[in-house]
T-cell receptor
Framework: GAVVSQHPSWVICKSGTSVKIECRSL??????MFWYRQFPKQSLMLMATSNEGSKATYEQGVEKDKFLINHASLTLSTLTVTSAHPEDSSFYICSVSEWDNQPQHFGDGTRLSIL | AQSVAQPEDQVNVAEGNPLTVKCTYSVSGNPYLFWYVQYPNRGLQFLLKYITGDNLVKGSYGFEAEFNKSQTSFHLKKPSALVSDSALYFCAVSRPKGSGGYNKLIFGAGTRLAVHP
């Protein structure tokens, strides 16, 4: 069964709207979750590492105020794309891992389309 | 800097033939290596991993991969391809951080596998 639940799977909204994406760990408590962005026909780019109870760690070049991450519980991390614009349109994927030698389990992704 | 190279954008193979998807990596120390598969509009599914031990790793759906430290490679293989194997395949590496560490995955660019009937 699914280890990670990501919701919604598809979002279409107007420019200027803020969009929240949820990532839930179903099988275990996850102190760390990861958020990725994937452009068409490209690889995954790590955006940030979400840490339960503390601030997320963002990768270089990722705007913290644009992509707000909240990891308020051991099973839920949220990514909010604030004041989204067409260039934010992408496929966003979250993942969780029990330990560093275990594979990451990925959500099914959220396709975000900003008109 | 850590990096992963998948030199082929696409691999074409006839159904029933063996397939190989190449991956080489550059990372200091002893890496953890992974292969994932992605179907359209889906997240990634784990296929197999190498942590330590036997260089030949067997994974899901009949896939296997061989860790070659001297060539810093971790090629994905399958003896007999299926049309349903057609998908996007990603090689990834993480560097052990020691106990209690959660490590970032570095992904290759991906290789699209097309299996023809």
């Amino acid at each position: 069964g699914a280890v990670v639940s990501q919701h919604p799977s598809w979002v279409i909204c107007k420019s200027g709207t803020s969009v929240k994406i949820e990532c839930r760990s179903l099988d275990f408590q996850a102190t760390t979750m990861f958020w990725y962005r994937q452009f068409p026909k490209q690889s995954l780019m790590l955006m940030a590492t979400s840490n339960e109870g503390s601030k997320a760690t963002y990768e270089q070049g990722v705007e913290k105020d644009k992509f707000l991450i909240n990891h308020a519980s051991l099973t839920l991390s949220t990514l909010t794309v604030t004041s989204a614009h067409p260039e934010d349109s992408s496929f966003y994927i979250c993942s969780v891992s029990e330990w560093d030698n275990q594979p990451q389990h990925f959500g099914d992704g959220t396709r975000l389309s900003i008109l | 800097a850590q990096s992963v190279a998948q030199p082929e954008d696409q691999v074409n193979v006839a159904e029933g033939n063996p397939l190989t998807v190449k991956c080489t990596y550059s990372v200091s120390g002893n890496p953890y290596l992974f292969w994932y598969v992605q179907y359209p509009n889906r997240g990634l599914q784990f296929l197999l991993k190498y942590i330590t031990g036997d260089n030949l790793v067997k994974g899901s759906y009949g896939f296997e991969a061989e860790f070659n430290k001297s060539q810093t490679s971790f090629h994905l293989k399958k003896p007999s391809a299926l049309v349903s194997d057609s998908a996007l395949y990603f090689c990834a590496v993480s560097r052990p951080k020691g106990s209690g560490g959660y490590n970032k995955l570095i992904f290759g660019a991906g290789t699209r596998l097309a299996v023809h009937p």
